[in-house]
């Protein structure tokens, strides 16, 4: 493939991959990110649009880890307020206001939430101000926040918008807006944006070493996890985004960071829109933080817990106590009562915590830190989903302090995601979309939703092969065309990649994904290149991973649930059980004059036979 100084392509599939490891290889970049959630892909879009040559690694899937387990909010986060913290409160609003209408209209959505109240006058009084500093906190940005005002609603109008609500739970109340995303599709975006602007981006390459000369870091070692080659990347700054994994891959060049991170484990449910009857979200407080009900298209997300993890952090396991906790709570205010029956989906993340003085997790800092922990090394950590580009800002703002000549400031306050650009027309025109394609309207919406005007790129493969367009098994609100395309346009190497992360058919299906799987793996296969033996080897170790998910979540505490979740091996390490990584060579970082064919020809490799899986590297 021709180098070009300037990649016009919105495809990140698998040649693009390969093209992004051999240029990597071939020639030292400026900045390499290391980690692929929502704040490393922001941070590679960063860097590369401020002119920049970038690289991005993720050791597994894209947002695979926290970034696409969260609530889904895009929020200033009320509660910040009553903890004074005025700074993080409105940064985090205004970064609100920007994803809603500029940076991603297609894929951040206003929802609505009921504050309630329980207490009359002051209760009123003390939570209706601080919804008054909320909106004020929002036009602080010098745009409009694009969301209505709070309201009070009396008790009358509360039970009129949320009539499946305990008549005598509330005395009223009041309704604020937020936002909502789908995560994981909004940081797969985020990476094909960051490729299309010209940085190098490869999922599946784990980090497991860093290159020095003396004390300055200057690359890393790397190793493709899909066809297990060992090879190495020079950048004159590399950048630690590696999240809860942050200590961990601290820990390989023998430095830490001035601060440390703490997992925070946060479960949510996902249970059918019609259990219970609102037009709108609402927030509780627990004893411990708050409590989420949040509409999710047909679906209602509930969450979230709070408690410190110390265990796997690739897969932490929800238990049956976590469960029933969230259950317990929501009960308390609903007319008719949920019960394990109605959960859908469980879904389980972490959050990366600056480490404090406190024991309690729901107290440790939301804020996030920068720091050059050694030469040629920058460390970002802490954070909230919401204000990931001023993250990825101040981390490449951080490393390009440390490069030789002028760089320009950070331009992505003013970049639409791909999609972004002409959303609006297109949703005006949606029905003539509809009938031009012969495809129902609401399936056209939906499509929208997920793609903005990339949907016209979904559509020419229903076009040339029409049953594309028949609902994926088992999950009506997906169609096969998005299985196809997640595979040859986002990045998308494993069938768990779409069931779990670009499509949330895991979570929303009450089978959780076993009728769809056989079914994408088969459509994948045609776009990878699978045999029957890898479909099926793919399929398997999906319904091993919703078996073990399921079974982990009627244990009774974290260690039991991690034991039996871990049960179901990661695909990377199914994958890497073929000859030892040892037995592979290394190949060396090439001098900036080697060939273009040399370079392509030592990217591709045989698989090789299995191996004894490896412990998870850095994410």
Do not use: C
């Not at 970002?380 to 030789?404: H, P, Q, S």
């Amino acid at each position: 493939m021709a180098r070009r100084s300037v990649t016009r392509s919105t495809r990140l599939g698998p040649e693009e991959r390969s093209a992004a490891i051999a240029s990597m290889r071939d020639r030292e970049l400026d900045v390499l990110v290391v980690g692929g959630g929502i704040v490393g892909t922001g941070a590679a879009l960063d860097s590369v649009t401020r002119g920049l040559r970038t690289g991005l690694l993720e050791a597994r899937d894209f947002a695979s880890g926290t970034s696409s387990r969260s609530s889904k909010l895009v929020h200033g986060g009320i509660r910040y307020l009553e903890q004074l913290d005025f700074g993080l409160v409105r940064e985090a609003l205004i970064e609100r206001g920007l994803l809603l209408q500029r940076i991603a209209p297609h894929l951040v959505k206003p929802v609505r939430f009921l504050y309630p109240l329980t207490k009359p006058v002051f209760e009123r009084f003390y939570i209706g101000a601080g919804m008054l500093l909320y909106d004020l906190f929002s036009w602080s940005g010098g745009r409009p926040p694009g969301v209505p005002h709070h309201r009070h609603l009396s008790k009358r109008q509360l039970a009129k918008a949320m009539p499946g609500l305990d008549k005598d739970a509330f005395i009223g109340g009041l309704t604020y807006y937020d936002a909502q995303v789908d995560d994981a599709r909004y940081v797969a975006n985020l990476a094909r944006t960051a490729s299309f602007y010209g940085a190098h981006v490869a999922s599946r390459v784990r980090v497991e070493g860093f290159l020095k000369v003396g004390e300055r870091v200057v690359g890393v070692q790397a190793l493709d996890v899909e066809t297990g080659e060992r090879f190495e990347i020079h950048a004159k700054q590399v950048v630690n985004a590696t999240g809860v994994w942050t200590d961990d891959t601290q820990a390989m060049v023998g430095a830490r960071g001035g601060f440390k991170v703490r997992a925070s484990k946060g479960v949510h449910l996902v249970v059918p829109r019609d259990r219970f009857q609102s037009k709108i979200g609402m927030i509780l407080r627990t004893e411990k933080s708050v409590l989420f009900v949040i509409p999710w298209g047909r679906h209602w997300l509930i969450g979230t817990t709070d408690t410190d993890w110390n265990l796997d952090k690739a897969h932490p396991a929800a238990t049956a106590a976590d469960i029933d906790y969230l259950l317990e709570h929501v009960n308390q205010v609903l007319a008719v009562k949920l019960t394990r029956e109605d959960v859908e989906g469980v879904y389980a993340g972490l959050r990366p915590l600056l480490a404090g003085e406190s024991e309690q997790t729901s107290k440790l800092s939301r804020e996030h830190l920068v720091a050059h922990s050694v030469p040629g090394l920058v460390v970002i950590a802490g954070g909230k989903w919401t204000t990931y580009r001023v993250m990825a800002k101040d981390a490449i703002d951080e490393a390009v302090a440390a490069l030789d000549g002028k760089w320009s400031e950070s331009v992505t306050e003013n970049i639409g995601l791909l999609g972004a650009e002409g959303y609006q027309a297109a949703w005006n025109k949606r029905a003539r979309i509809a009938r031009a394609f012969d495809v129902h309207r609401v399936r056209i919406e939906h499509l929208l939703n997920r793609y903005g005007v990339l949907t016209d790129e979904v559509l020419e493969l229903i076009k040339e092969r029409p049953e594309l367009a028949e609902a994926v098994p088992g999950a009506d609100d997906y169609i096969q065309a998005e299985i196809v395309y997640a595979a040859s346009h986002e990045g998308a190497l494993h069938l768990e990649d779409v069931l779990a992360r670009r499509t949330r058919i895991s979570i929303e299906a009450w089978d959780r994904g076993v009728s769809a799987a056989p079914v994408a793996a088969a459509l994948m296969g045609e776009v990878l290149g699978w045999d029957a033996d890898r479909i099926q080897e793919e399929t398997e170790n999906y319904l091993r991973r919703v078996a073990a998910e399921r079974a982990s979540q009627l244990e009774p505490d974290d260690a039991a649930a991690d034991r039996v979740r871990l049960e179901a091996p990661d695909i990377s390490t199914i994958l890497a059980e073929l000859p030892s990584a040892a037995d592979a060579p290394v190949a060396t970082a090439p001098k900036p004059t080697r060939s273009k064919a040399a370079a392509a020809k030592s990217t591709t490799r045989t698989p090789r036979a299995k191996r004894p899986a490896a412990g998870e590297g850095a994410q």
